[in-house]
């Protein structure tokens, strides 16, 4: 646990503490009396109450929408199963800006549902709900998905042979086992649409309006810290007590479960019931995920008189771009990826271990330090960005010149993936296999070589897809130390989103047409990557 502890100390509790201390602070005395003050007001008071709905709705119906899915992908074989599981990975990573402008384009006026049928949804909350299922989705076809892919289909089958239905061996054998899972990927998409930022601000109008929302209104346009730093210890212990509540529960539930090869469990669809569901996941991915990604692409291409190049041409050419970045914006990508990988390994240095040490009996520390890991999603990146431009700024920590500040940014947001991505199958390896491996003379390091690595490689795997992808989009931290001649893709297109004119928005859909298909390709390559096929995870 050292390394973990001292990783969130210094980058994530010391710039969140100054910042609120500053909100909090009149000439040396804290000010309290400020929590009633802001708290009492009527109009934030119906911003908590739309945070909290809209997540726990957002949640519902991404759980309700995305579990068949994960039944899909990971009971079921099919032509272009790697292809379409990266495809559904990278709304993930857009910036949420981008997002929002993409359903925009679907749901607002002019939109594909208004030339259709006349039917508009923006500044409505049906948009932002169906935006948050399109960003998420993937956060639980890949949690859930790679947990149910690995349960062994013969215990459900041996229920069955006992005489229990369909539907009740199935409640009763495998989703009792899938309850950490589910519970995990529900924890990961409450947590971002708590927070959501880009969504909520473009979809919902003036009338709607996160804890986010809120924080960044307060602090970049109205510079009101103390209301900033209120809004944002308010967030912070609404997500710690909904952490705690979610690992007590992951206790009481957790057990040791018999993982088998994935190869092993997919099979080609049989019958008209397993056909129809994998056509009806089919057409949601089409209609949820690739046509909004089909309207990023088509207004990349979309120019004066037809469609072409031009916007991406523009991207190389720093003159075209003088009044809005120092460098030509494709250089973003390479700043991008290498951002990324970088922060990638950090996250999961620091959540490898953290998840190793979560899977001991280690008391109360080691439980309340589950749920502390999962703060920097629960936490306003506007709050952290400040955090680190006003505390890295002197020895030993001077990193506001240094390349290394946008990967610690990123990989703070890394690292909560890392480990709600392997803890599960950490926790689910019988530890009589790792006292079998001590009674025949194995060091703990090699019985952690031999019984747990194999089990876990595939989960390992998962987690440095996420912490890539989740570093390619980050935005809310990197936009504050991304420097003006290194801009990262999202710090870029919302540069250009950011500035009027056709050739700046069509730039902006182009990078963003880019960081898809970049992240579509390393995704892809991630799926094919097979070390060794026994007991993977």
């Known amino acids: 646990m050292a390394v973990p502890v001292a990783f969130f100390a210094v980058f994530f509790a010391y710039p969140v503490a100054a910042i609120v201390g500053r909100g909090l602070k009149a000439d040396g005395v804290w000010q309290f009396g400020r929590f009633g003050e802001v708290l009492s007001r009527p109009d934030i008071l119906d911003v908590l109450w739309f945070t909290l709905w809209q997540a726990l709705a ?11 899915g994960a039944y899909v992908f990971a009971r079921f074989d099919f032509p272009g199963k790697q292809l379409l599981r990266a495809i559904v990975t990278v709304p993930f990573v857009l910036p949420t800006v981008v997002v929002g402008t993409a359903f925009l384009a679907l749901l607002g006026r002019g939109g594909f549902l208004d030339g259709l049928w006349g039917v508009r949804l923006d500044t409505t909350v049906w948009a932002i709900l169906l935006a948050h299922v399109f960003f998420n989705y993937a956060v639980v076809v890949r949690t859930v998905g790679g947990l149910w892919s690995q349960l062994d289909p013969r215990q459900e089958e041996a229920a069955r042979v006992l005489g229990a239905g369909r539907f009740a061996a199935w409640r009763r054998v495998t989703l009792p086992a899938l309850a950490p899972a589910v519970a995990a990927a529900a924890l990961m998409v409450f947590l971002f649409t708590f927070t959501s930022f880009g969504v909520v601000q473009i979809l919902g109008g003036p009338g709607f309006s996160t804890l986010e929302v809120e924080i960044y209104r307060q602090t970049a346009q109205l510079l009101a810290l103390p209301t900033a730093a209120v809004l944002t210890l308010v967030q ?125 009996r280690g008391g109360r520390l080691v439980r309340g330090f589950d749920a502390l890991l999962m703060l920097p999603l629960g936490v306003s990146a506007v709050t952290v960005g400040f955090g680190f431009l006003i505390t890295l700024d002197k020895p030993p920590l001077d990193l506001r010149t240094s390349w290394i500040l946008v990967p610690l940014a990123q990989a703070l947001v890394g690292v909560p993936f890392v480990v709600r991505t392997m ?49 390619l989009g980050e ?25 009027s004119g056709d050739l700046n928005y069509g730039q902006a859909m182009a990078l963003s047409t880019i960081l898809m298909l970049v992240c579509a390709v390393s995704l892809l390559l991630l799926e094919r990557i097979r070390t060794d096929r026994s007991g993977e995870f």
């Open 475 to 499: 935005f809310g931290a990197t936009v504050f130390i991304a420097r003006p001649d290194n801009p990262t893709l999202p710090v870029a297109v919302a540069r250009l989103l950011g500035r």
């Open 236 to 360: 912070f212990a609404a997500v710690g007590a909904i952490l705690a509540l979610h690992a007590w529960t992951v206790r009481r539930r957790e057990t040791a479960l018999k993982l088998v090869d994935p190869a092993q469990t997919a099979r080609r669809p049989s019958g008209a019931g397993q056909w129809a569901l994998l056509g009806g996941v089919l057409l949601t991915v089409l209609v949820l995920i690739l046509l909004p990604l089909a309207v990023l692409v088509e207004r990349s291409l979309d120019v004066s008189g037809g469609h072409g190049l031009a916007y991406y041409r523009a991207l190389a050419s720093a003159d075209a771009n003088s009044g809005t970045f120092l460098v030509a914006p494709l250089e973003a990508i390479g700043n991008s990826l290498r951002y990324a990988l970088v922060a990638t390994v950090i996250a999961l240095i620091v959540g490898g271990l953290a998840a190793a040490a979560l899977t001991r």
């Open 423 to 471: 803890l599960p199958v950490l926790r689910a390896v019988d530890g009589r296999l790792r006292e079998a491996a001590a009674v025949l003379g194995a060091s703990p390091l090699r019985a952690w070589r031999e019984v747990d690595l194999p089990l876990v490689r595939r989960a390992l795997l998962v987690a440095a897809g996420f912490a890539f992808a989740v570093s």
């Open 58 to 68: 957002s949640t519902a119906l991404t759980l309700l929408i995305a579990l068949p």
